[in-house]
């Protein structure tokens, strides 16, 4: 089950910011609710599991200040990006998405980014990074 970027919810929220928000560029394109990775200097762009080049997940996108800029959690409990199976397991999708489902293609990538708390709240903690 893919959850398109978190459902490119409008209403995503943090529950715990003690963990680290931080402010950086990122292109136009990038929504809140959005998976991103770094790249450059205080930069970001949207993870996919397609390819190495596009990977580790490093945040998800909780604000948009202004088009090209982005408000980042690192690590926390995330609300409002869908309705979520309480207690799974989910991988990074592609374009900045969500999935219940590892990837299995050769080429592509296996990143755990978080469990489900409940059906509303994520707890994002990215993992380590497979490539197949």
């Known amino acids: 089950m893919l959850l398109a970027k978190f459902a490119g919810a ?15 560029t990122v292109p136009s394109g990038v929504a809140v ?6 790249t450059g200097a205080n930069t970001a762009g949207v993870a996919d599991n397609s390819a190495e080049a596009t990977v ?3 945040a998800v996108v909780i604000g948009k200040p202004t088009s090209t800029t982005a ?5 926390g409990e995330v609300t409002g990006v ?3 199976t309480p207690t799974a397991i989910y991988f990074l ?3 900045g998405g969500l999935t ?4 299995s293609a050769v080429g592509s990538v296996i990143q755990a980014v978080g469990q489900a708390i409940d059906a509303s709240v994520l707890l994002f903690a990215p993992g380590a990074v497979t490539v197949l």
């Open 56 to 58: 580790p997940a490093i």
């Open 10 to 24: 409008s209403g995503v929220s943090v529950v715990d910011v003690r963990s680290g928000v931080g402010a950086f």
């Open 33 to 38: 609710g959005d998976i991103v990775r770094f």
């Open 82 to 84: 869908g309705v979520l």
């Open 100 to 103: 219940t489902v590892a990837p």
């Open 93 to 95: 999708g592609t374009a």
């Open 71 to 75: 408000t980042l959690l690192y690590f």
